[in-house]
Structures are given as structure tokens and as C-alpha cells.
């Protein structure tokens, strides 16, 4: 396949994979992708082929950057010592550990490739550590552990994994040259990642001052920062690009946003950015990861040494083998820390930990890009030509670890925690909002909090209420214009938070209450034509309007139209719409007052008609939700105003007045904001998060304003 095509399907398997996930959240987004990935290699004989160096440069390069430019930073210090040791010193026991035990179980892969395999399977995905935290509400020195290990193990790992292959290629390894070379391209790595970055935020500052602030160019150079890093820390320094852009993206979380260069909307439009490229990026690993299962599985099927269920048997023991060694060192890991801790407080509780926290935090070592983007980075030759030695059985038996450790977080988690939330992975979380919650187990403890729906439906309320406040005759037309917009946003937060029944409920009385207004606004459709007040040619527009109307509603409720089944109707139908068609090729200009005045009346009809209905002593008007009639009300009025006729100068006052009112609006749903957080309906999280939405709907109406200049 030609590479444009590729990257053409891989990113629309990418959005087909994330609307997938949402119909079906309980299953992670990385497997749909692996499932995806397996599906168009076997249905469209797909392959990609990969290079080592690009694939490193283009996916771990930005991804690693990403992470250690996102992580908080009062975590990262307060937990500089177990991130330190928990990155470095587990990783290498997994490698060390696990190769050994690797190669005991596959006698026929040689000792460095069983290191190799090893190493690559030691990092875990972030985003799926912090997601089981927070779900599994983990005490607080195991969270240390997790959150550690999953900034810098991508490092170490890769560091690890690049020496076993350099050992299985060369056929050469000396403990003491590696150690020396471990420390020179670790120490040189970290200092020219910190040195680059410096660079690279001097020179923006110094463009910032010489008023080059052109947002679009100081994104595209945030971008391009991790390939730069890890370019020129390879080519030139020949260190490691990894741990490179590890702390360039540490460096530039604590001093890439300082007052002199920070703008509101560079940073909001590079986080976007950024949001996109790691979601597309994350996406492409893991349907490489299908797409390439076929060929790891064929040539393990042709393989005399080993069959396919034995490979997937050493799958598994291989899981059980990297979970053993991460639950027995989280075990040890608390038990010390919390000795230590009753040493200086001899009330301090030991409750939380235990052997269920211990495998919890175990559970949550799933396997994500950076072990594929590694394990696919797997030479295909060694240096005197021969194949590399089961290259296929470590990509194959990688590529099950993977989606062995997705699967059973994914049926095991809801089992042993208590939180049922769905496992997000770094494939689909990619805002540093989930990170900064998920790091702070206790944020969501207190049951009295709102839902976001319910607070969301509090601001939208008063926001309403004050544009009533606001309303006045000059401005009516924009005052319902804003009111039905909100209240189209009400009525869908409103229906989300009722059941099933109530719901039902609902949905029925509004239908009939439409019913009404339909009828009303029939009546007088029939009336102006009556009193020759319009044209033949306007009712018969207006009657296809309203018959359309009449049909979505039926389709809606899920009853057939049985209107127009004889041969009569369908000629009288076919007849009418023959004249439409008629009079569409006529200039709109003919009946544009005619329809105008239909508008009007129409929806006068309509609010009569309801008015009629609920004065009728047979109606019990308290059965229908409140929101509902006003809505319909609304509706109507809104109709009536745009009904009238409108010169460019009231246009452009339209246009005015409609802005105002709806900077009144964002201004009740900040101060909304603030009330249900000084009265502890809701935390500061999700007040920041509703504040950031206020904010988007605020930056779109300053962007139609200029646009309208």
C-alpha cells in the first residue's frame, strides 16, 4: 500500500475506532484500534512496513515529550525520589528478572533477546496507571509507584530494551563497557535535553520581544520541539533522544509558560494542537499493532520449534511473570513505607495497605505505544546477515502481552475496586485535566458534589433567567433567539439525567402538546387562504412545510404514516409537489411577504391553540414539565420576531444586541459557577472545567464579531 493511502486509512480508522468507543466505553479505545488493525490485515491484506529510526523519531519522540511536559508539577516534585527509583530500579529488575525467567520458558530465544523482550514490556502506559488510581482509590505510597514509574520507565525501558538488541545484533556485550555507556548517554541525554530546550525557549522569548508573536508560528514550533531534541541528541551527541525529550518536556512544563512569552491564546491553541497530534498518534500505534499481528502470528505458525497455542500459552506466563514481579515489589514497596511512617506516628493506620491494593496497582501495569513502538523497532537482520533470532515469537509475544493486559484490566478491575468507571489509556485521554485528577485519589470522595450535567443545567437556568431580565422591545427578537438556543441545550441535559420512565414521560407530553400547536397552526394556514389573504402557490408551501413537520414527529415516536396510501392521495401528492417544484423556479421574491405573513400567524394560531388547551377544565396542566411549555412558548415567539421585516441597519443592530445579550448570559453562568462552588455542590475541578467551557463559548463570540467586521 502506498504510503499516503496508509496514513489516509490508519487516521480514518482512528475516528472510526473513537466512535465505536463511545457507543461502547466499557472496552478501552487501544483495543478497538488492535481489533481494527487485525480486521483490515486480514480482509484487505494490509501491511505497513517500518523502519526503526523514523518510527522512533515520529512516535516516541512527541509522545514522551507530551508526558513529561503534562505532568503536575508539585507531584513531580514531591516524588523526584520513588519516580527516580521506581523508574530505574524496577524496570531494570523486570528486565533483569524477567529475562531470565523469559528465556527459562522459551529455551530456544537467546539470553539478550529474552532481556530485550523483557525490557520493552517493562513501561506502562500512563494514563491507564492514573485511570486504575483514581478508580481504585490506591494509598497513597503505591499511587508514588505508579505515577512515578509511568513518566520515566518509557526511558529506562527503551534505554534497557536498546542495549539487548545492540548485544543480539553485534554479538557483543561487555558489563563494563555498557555501564559506562549507560551512564554517557543517560548523563548526556538529560543534559542536552535541558540544553536544547534552554535554547529553544531563549530564542522564542527573544522573538516574543522583537513582537514575532504570530500564534500559529510559536505552535509549529512547540510542535517540532520533540523531533528537534531528539534529532540532534542523537545525530550529534549520539545519546539517548529518549530521556532527551523526557526532560525537555519536564523543562518546558516548569518554564516553557513564564509570564514575558505566555499568551492565552497560544496556549490554548497548542494544547489543542497538541491533543490532536497525540490522539492520532496513539491511535496509528495500536492498529499498526493489529495490522501487524497476522504477520507475527503466520511466522510463528510456520515455526517447527514452537505451535500456536504454545505461543500463547508463554503469552500468558510471560503477563503472569511481569505481574508478579510488579505486584511483589508494590507489596514491598508499601509495607516499608508504611514501617517507616508508623515509626514517626505510631497512630498512623495500615489498613489501606495490603495484598488487594498491592495487585490493584499490579493490574494497572497495562502495556501500551511505547512497548509496541519499540517492539516493532526490532531489526529484521543482525550484523552478519542472518535473521534475527525470534524476532516474530518476541513481536508476537509482546503484542499478546499487550492486549492480555488490556483485557484483563478491563474484566478484573470492575470485580475487585469499587470504582466503575470505564479504563482510559493514553490512546483516548490525552488533556492534562484527566492526569491532574486522576493524581488526587481523594477529589471525588465527597458523595454531597453535583453531577457536571446538574451543575451544567444550574448555569444554563440562571443564564435564561437573566436574559428575561435583560429583555426588552427592542430586543426581543434576540432575546428568544438566545433563550431557544439555551433552552434546545436544557432540555437535552434535562432528559440525560431523567430515567428511562420519566423520560418516556416527557417525550410523550411533549408530542402531544406539539400535536396541539400543529393543529393551531393548521387552522390558521386554512384561514388566510379562506380569507384569500394568500396565494395558492403560498399554501401550498406551507402546507408541505407543515406535512414534513407532521412526519418527522410521526418518524420520531416510531409510528408509520398512513397518510397518501391510496392511488388518489399519491396523485393529489404528486400533483402538489409538481407545483412546488413549480413555484420554486419563480423568484422567492413573489411570496416572500405571503410566507413571512404565514410565519406569523402561524405561530400566533399555535400559541392560541395551546392557550385554548390548557384552559380546558378537563387538562390537568400540572402533569406537564414546566421547561417543556416554555420551550414551545419560546419556540413561537421566536418565529413571530423573525416574521418581521429587517433592514441591513437592523441586521447589524441584531447582531449587536444578540452579542450583549449573550455576554450577559456568560456573566450569570460565571456567577453560577461561583455559587454552587462557595456552597460545596461542586469541587474546584469542576469548576475549572465549567469556567474553561464559558471561556470557549466566550473566545467563539469575539471570533464571529471579528469575523463580522
Same mark, same amino acid.
Given at each position: 500500500m502506498h504510503i499516503l493511502e496508509a496514513v489516509i486509512l490508519l487516521m480514518a480508522l482512528v475516528v472510526i475506532s473513537n466512535v465505536i468507543d463511545h457507543f461502547i466505553p466499557a472496552i478501552p479505545v487501544s483495543l478497538i484500534q488492535v481489533v481494527l488493525g487485525l480486521g483490515v490485515a486480514l480482509i484487505m491484506r494490509t501491511s505497513i512496513p517500518l523502519e526503526t529510526d523514523w518510527f522512533l523519531l515520529l512516535f516516541i519522540a512527541p509522545l514522551l515529550f507530551n508526558d513529561g511536559r503534562r505532568f503536575p508539577k508539585k507531584e513531580l516534585w514531591k516524588l523526584r525520589g520513588p519516580i527516580l527509583a521506581n523508574a530505574i530500579v524496577l524496570v531494570f529488575l523486570t528486565t533483569l528478572l524477567g529475562g531470565l525467567l523469559f528465556h527459562v520458558i522459551i529455551p530456544t530465544m537467546p539470553f539478550s533477546v529474552s532481556f530485550a523482550l523483557a525490557a520493552i514490556l517493562s513501561p506502562t502506559d500512563p494514563v491507564a496507571v492514573q485511570s486504575i488510581s483514581q478508580r481504585a482509590n490506591l494509598p497513597e505510597g503505591v499511587l508514588h509507584?505508579?505515577?512515578?514509574?509511568?513518566?520515566?520507565?518509557?526511558?529506562?525501558?527503551?534505554?534497557?530494551?536498546?542495549?539487548?538488541?545492540?548485544?543480539?545484533?553485534?554479538?557483543?556485550?561487555?558489563?563494563?563497557?555498557?555501564?559506562?555507556?549507560?551512564?554517557?548517554?543517560?548523563? +548526556?541525554?538529560?543534559?542536552?535535553?535541558?540544553?536544547?530546550?534552554?535554547?529553544?525557549?531563549?530564542?522564542?522569548? =527573544?522573538?516574543?520581544?522583537?513582537?514575532?508573536?504570530? %500564534?500559529?508560528?510559536?505552535?509549529?514550533?512547540?510542535?517540532?520541539?520533540?523531533?528537534?531534541?531528539y534529532l540532534i541528541t542523537e545525530e550529534l551527541f549520539h545519546a539517548s533522544g529518549v530521556i532527551a525529550v523526557v526532560a525537555a518536556g519536564i523543562v518546558f512544563h516548569f518554564y516553557g509558560t513564564a509570564p514575558d512569552r505566555s499568551q492565552p491564546e497560544l496556549t490554548l491553541v497548542s494544547e489543542r494542537t497538541w491533543d490532536i497530534i497525540i490522539y492520532t498518534l496513539n491511535g496509528i500505534v495500536f492498529l499498526i499493532l493489529g495490522i501487524e499481528l497476522p504477520i507475527a502470528t503466520t511466522n510463528v505458525i510456520k515455526n517447527d520449534n514452537i505451535n500456536t497455542f504454545a505461543a500463547f500459552g508463554i503469552s500468558f506466563v510471560?503477563?503472569? @511473570?511481569?505481574?508478579?514481579?510488579?505486584?511483589? =515489589? @508494590?507489596?514491598?514497596?508499601?509495607?516499608?513505607?508504611? +514501617?517507616?511512617?508508623?515509626?514517626?506516628?505510631? !497512630?498512623?493506620?495500615?489498613?489501606?495497605?495490603?495484598?488487594?491494593?498491592?495487585?490493584?496497582?499490579?493490574?494497572?501495569?497495562?502495556?501500551?505505544?511505547?512497548?509496541?513502538?519499540?517492539?516493532?523497532?526490532?531489526?529484521?537482520?543482525?550484523?552478519?546477515?542472518?535473521?534475527?533470532?525470534?524476532?516474530?515469537?518476541?513481536?508476537?509475544?509482546?503484542?499478546?502481552?499487550?492486549?492480555?493486559?488490556?483485557?484483563?484490566?478491563?474484566?478484573?478491575?470492575?470485580?475487585?475496586?469499587?470504582?466503575?468507571?470505564?479504563?482510559?489509556?493514553?490512546?483516548?485521554?490525552?488533556?492534562?485535566?484527566?492526569?491532574?485528577?486522576?493524581?488526587?485519589?481523594?477529589?471525588?470522595?465527597?458523595?454531597?458534589?453535583?453531577? *457536571?450535567?446538574?451543575?451544567?443545567?444550574?448555569?444554563?437556568?440562571?443564564? %435564561?433567567?437573566? @436574559?428575561?431580565? *435583560?429583555?426588552?422591545?427592542?430586543?426581543?427578537?434576540?432575546?428568544?433567539?438566545?433563550?431557544?438556543?439555551?433552552?434546545? %441545550?436544557?432540555?437535552?441535559?434535562?432528559?440525560?439525567?431523567?430515567?428511562?420512565?420519566?423520560?418516556?414521560?416527557?417525550?410523550?407530553?411533549?408530542?402531544?402538546?406539539?400535536?396541539?400547536?400543529?393543529?393551531?397552526?393548521?387552522?390558521?394556514? !386554512?384561514?388566510?387562504?379562506?380569507?384569500?389573504?394568500?396565494?395558492?402557490?403560498?399554501?401550498?408551501?406551507?402546507?408541505?412545510?407543515?406535512?414534513?413537520?407532521e412526519r418527522q414527529m410521526i418518524h420520531s415516536i416510531g409510528k408509520k404514516i398512513r397518510v397518501g396510501r391510496g392511488t388518489v392521495q399519491q396523485f393529489i401528492r404528486l400533483k402538489n409537489r409538481l407545483a412546488l417544484w413549480q413555484i420554486q423556479r419563480k423568484s422567492h421574491d413573489d411570496i416572500a411577504d405571503e410566507l413571512a405573513l404565514v410565519q406569523r400567524e402561524q405561530a400566533k394560531g399555535a400559541i392560541k391553540q395551546l392557550s385554548d388547551y390548557f384552559a380546558r377544565d378537563d387538562i390537568d396542566n400540572n402533569r406537564f414539565d414546566s421547561q417543556s411549555v416554555y420551550h414551545l412558548i419560546i419556540h413561537y415567539r421566536n418565529q413571530i420576531e423573525l416574521a418581521k421585516e429587517h433592514s441591513k441597519k437592523q441586521i447589524r443592530d441584531h447582531s449587536l444586541q444578540y452579542q450583549h445579550l449573550r455576554i450577559k448570559a456568560l456573566a450569570a453562568e460565571r456567577e453560577g459557577v461561583q455559587v454552587l462552588l462557595e456552597q460545596g455542590h461542586i469541587d474546584w475541578a469542576m469548576a475549572a472545567h465549567l469556567r474553561q467551557y464559558i471561556n470557549y463559548s466566550e473566545t467563539v463570540l469575539i471570533m464571529d464579531y471579528q469575523n463580522a467586521d
Open positions: 509507584i505508579v505515577s512515578g514509574e509511568s513518566l520515566i520507565n518509557d526511558a529506562s525501558g527503551l534505554i534497557a530494551f536498546k542495549y539487548a538488541i545492540a548485544a543480539t545484533v553485534t554479538g557483543v556485550f561487555s558489563i563494563k563497557a555498557a555501564a559506562l555507556d549507560f551512564i554517557y548517554i543517560s548523563v +548526556m541525554g538529560f543534559v542536552s535535553g535541558v540544553i536544547i530546550i534552554a535554547l529553544i525557549l531563549i530564542a522564542e522569548n =527573544w522573538l516574543y520581544r522583537q513582537g514575532i508573536n504570530d %500564534v500559529i508560528f510559536s505552535t509549529v514550533l512547540r510542535v517540532t520541539t520533540p523531533f528537534v531534541v510471560a503477563w503472569l @511473570i511481569l505481574l508478579a514481579i510488579r505486584v511483589i =515489589w @508494590i507489596y514491598a514497596y508499601q509495607s516499608v513505607s508504611a +514501617m517507616r511512617v508508623k515509626k514517626s506516628n505510631p !497512630q498512623y493506620s495500615n489498613k489501606m495497605h495490603s495484598f488487594k491494593a498491592a495487585l490493584l496497582a499490579g493490574l494497572s501495569g497495562v502495556r501500551g505505544a511505547v512497548t509496541m513502538a519499540g517492539v516493532l523497532s526490532i531489526p529484521v537482520v543482525v550484523s552478519n546477515g542472518q535473521a534475527f533470532p525470534s524476532r516474530s515469537l518476541a513481536l508476537f509475544v509482546a503484542a499478546c502481552v499487550i492486549i492480555i493486559s488490556l483485557v484483563v484490566a478491563t474484566i478484573m478491575l470492575p470485580l475487585i475496586s469499587e470504582n466503575k468507571a470505564p479504563l482510559l489509556t493514553r490512546a483516548n485521554s490525552t488533556g492534562d485535566d484527566e492526569l491532574e485528577a486522576a493524581a488526587d485519589p481523594q477529589a471525588n470522595e465527597d458523595n454531597h458534589f453535583i453531577s *457536571e450535567d446538574e451543575a451544567q443545567l444550574y448555569i444554563m437556568k440562571l443564564a %435564561v433567567q437573566r @436574559i428575561e431580565e *435583560e429583555r426588552r422591545p427592542n430586543n426581543q427578537k434576540e432575546a428568544y433567539d438566545l433563550i431557544l438556543d439555551y433552552q434546545f %441545550v436544557i432540555r437535552r441535559l434535562e432528559l440525560k439525567l431523567q430515567n428511562k420512565q420519566e423520560m418516556a414521560s416527557i417525550v410523550s407530553d411533549e408530542l402531544a402538546l406539539r400535536r396541539v400547536a400543529l393543529q393551531g397552526e393548521r387552522q390558521a394556514i !386554512q384561514r388566510l387562504y379562506d380569507d384569500q389573504k394568500i396565494s395558492r402557490e403560498t399554501f401550498l408551501v406551507a402546507s408541505e412545510r407543515l406535512q414534513r413537520i
